[in-house]
């Protein structure tokens, strides 16, 4: 009995430690003896297709239509195809009236509310262009995203996600969190697309992919961009970060919003580990070691700690180092409290 104890926690105690510490420090030390190529700008810039569902976005649409306008891209190899999911505040007159000026601007207005992947799937199908980048009208393109992304393409690449730069970082709530976050995720994902071009899934808020390996977003999916980039996995095309595209995005310091975003993107996390769990039984793969060990093993994260609470106070009537174990681990728990009080 105290032997099966002893294995389950070490190995919820394993998930947790590898996922969160020794990955990224393997990632880190293979990056030490990687090649890194630079990446050679192609004679020839494509044309783009950007595709975003909104909805009641009149705060923030004019800024990013001319964040993208002001890219350092030919405007003429741009097409800009919004689709308002119902939107019931300005935002769509506000579309209309910059498009107005810049006929590549192109509105879709759905008179329900049919979600996210839905109008995505429909967006493509109207798309003129081979390269199509999706985006949320809530992160705002650097003058030089477009080309960065286009010149990361090469002829085995499928999908190339942008660097996310958070903004607006206040010294109460959990921005300043979420925004060391996102620095270290930026990191990982950047490092797997060079060591073996399996990006464990771009931020959603900006990415790019070519048209042809698009495959219509199931309706009940959440999390679209992981989708989309294990889909590219599956097709044996690879999906890179690249460091040099930037966008802007501000961040939450509520923790009750945070909580809400990271619940529903949590449902879809399983929804995507059910489509894909065919690629985490293949932990000698590439794709497959990152995608326990960067994902899965995140996602199992709740379950493993409470099995870990659940040993280490089993195994603590019995030795005096899994007590000690015990005592830390529910410091650990409490560290968020003291944080917490010690703000208030």
């Not at 741009?78 to 509105?107: F, H, M, R, W």
């Not at 199931?218 to 890179?240: A, G, R």
């Not at 003291?338 to 703000?343: A, G, P």
Request: net charge positive.
């Amino acid at each position: 009995m105290i032997i099966a104890l002893q294995v389950f926690f070490w190995l919820a105690a394993f998930m947790l430690i590898h996922s969160y510490v020794l990955y990224p420090v393997i990632l880190e030390v293979l990056m030490l003896f990687k090649n890194k190529k630079q990446t050679k700008p192609g004679t020839q810039l494509p044309g783009i297709s950007i595709l975003m569902s909104v909805y009641n976005e009149e705060k923030i649409i004019a800024q990013k239509l001319d964040s993208i306008l002001q890219s350092n891209y030919p405007q003429e190899n741009i097409e800009i195809i919004i689709g308002s999911d119902c939107s019931s505040d300005s935002t769509e007159g506000i579309v209309k009236e910059i498009a107005k000026n810049y006929p590549q601007i192109k509105l879709q207005s759905f008179k329900e509310r049919i979600g996210k992947p839905q109008i995505l799937n429909e967006l493509i199908k109207v798309s003129s262009y081979d390269y199509v980048i999706f985006t949320d009208a809530n992160v705002l393109f650097d003058k030089d995203n477009i080309r960065n992304l286009v010149e990361s393409f090469s002829e085995d690449t499928g999908l190339v996600g942008a660097t996310i730069i958070n903004h607006g970082l206040k010294k109460q709530g959990i921005s300043r969190q979420e925004g060391s976050y996102i620095k270290g995720e930026n990191r990982i994902k950047y490092n797997e697309g060079i060591l073996w071009g399996t990006m464990m899934g771009p931020f959603g808020g900006c990415f790019m992919m070519r048209k042809n390996l698009f495959e219509p977003i199931p309706l009940n999916f959440i999390v679209d961009d992981f989708y989309l980039s294990m889909i590219v996995l599956e097709k044996k095309y690879k999906c890179i970060c690249a460091s040099n595209a930037l966008c802007y995005e501000d961040v939450s310091d509520e923790m009750s919003q945070e909580f809400k975003r990271k619940k529903r993107i949590s449902a879809g996390n399983y929804q995507n580990l059910k489509r894909f769990a065919s690629i985490a039984k293949k932990p000698f793969t590439a794709t497959g070691f990152c995608f326990l060990s960067h994902k899965v093993f995140r996602w199992w994260g709740p379950f493993t700690i409470i099995i870990c609470g659940i040993t280490l106070l089993s195994l603590s009537l019995f030795s005096k180092l899994y007590l000690l174990l015990f005592v830390f681990y529910c410091l650990f728990l409490l560290m968020p409290l003291f944080d917490y009080f010690q703000k208030n």
